[in-house]
């Protein structure tokens, strides 16, 4: 069969060669911080998200279940032009079934701020054809200069997790995030990029400050700081923390007074 003189072979995050045609028209994705960064891109673009997809508010678009589980037959149903992706969100069992049903999918990989700005960029730009968002160019200023507190770092614990307690590790987006506003993570040299450890070692370990976002577990006050008696707890969101896409234009800013507001060592 002849190749449409309008087909593109392009590379993903992973350098996974995808052929693509025109501007994709319908896009299913399955990150919740992706399906934001294209809904407020290009609205109308997105056929299809995960039922953890909440941003924009009101998007009104046919749903595919979860990140981890999602419904591929529903997915290839919508016969998307693009299906979007990432490699820790996303089971390679589920992406390579969506290809098998001969659909084009577009994989992300984001380890740091530096690698989320180049990836947005080629997910919006090269994948969906579109012109670079006026969001993006906020973001990178947002992060340019980024508020943080005077003296020196404060050593933190950041769990995610809780039965078992499991911590930001090497590595990570969120803890790349946490580095700029300030805060040293004591477990950012771990082997593991989300190591479980147990919360007597958090406890020895002697934090200055646990970090506590409302994702993906929803730690709250009463949830959570309670395991860490005379250690400041700051609550945070956990979409400004974890998600790249549009909430990075605000994200210095709603961070660092979330952090701001733990009280210092001493004090809690």
Not at 67 to 96: C, F, G, S, W
Not at 160 to 168: A, C, D, E, K, N
Not at 253 to 267: C, D, I
Request: net charge neutral; with cysteine.
């Amino acid at each position: 069969m002849a190749v449409p003189a309008d087909t593109r072979t392009v590379a993903d995050d992973q350098g996974t060669p995808l052929r693509l045609g025109p501007p994709p028209t319908r896009v299913v994705s399955l990150v919740p911080s992706l399906t934001e960064a294209v809904a407020v891109s290009a609205p109308g673009l997105l056929a299809g998200a995960t039922d953890w997809c909440s941003h924009p508010a009101g998007l009104d678009v046919t749903r595919v279940r979860g990140t981890k589980n999602p419904d591929t037959a529903r997915v290839a149903a919508l016969r998307p032009d693009l299906v979007i992706a990432n490699d820790e969100e996303n089971r390679e069992a589920d992406l390579t079934a969506l290809r098998e049903a001969g659909l084009a999918v577009w994989v992300t990989r984001i380890r740091s701020l530096d690698e989320a700005f180049t990836s947005l960029d080629r997910l919006l730009t090269v994948a969906c054809g579109l012109p670079a968002p006026p969001w993006l160019d906020d973001a990178r200023r947002a992060w340019q200069s980024p508020p943080t507190p005077p003296g020196p770092p404060r050593r933190a614990v950041v769990p995610i997790w809780r039965r078992p307690w499991m911590v930001l590790g090497r590595d990570t987006f969120a803890g790349d995030l946490l580095r700029r506003l300030g805060v040293h993570q004591l477990y950012a040299d771990h082997t593991e990029r989300y190591p479980a450890v147990p919360l007597d070692r958090l406890r020895s370990d002697r934090p200055e400050l646990v970090v506590l976002p409302d994702e993906p577990y929803r730690f709250t006050r009463t949830d959570g700081p309670e395991a860490f008696p005379g250690v400041p707890a700051a609550l945070v969101s956990g979409r400004h923390l974890t998600w790249y896409g549009p909430s990075l234009a605000e994200a210095p800013a709603v961070l660092a007074a979330q952090l701001a507001a733990a009280p210092a060592t001493g004090q809690a």
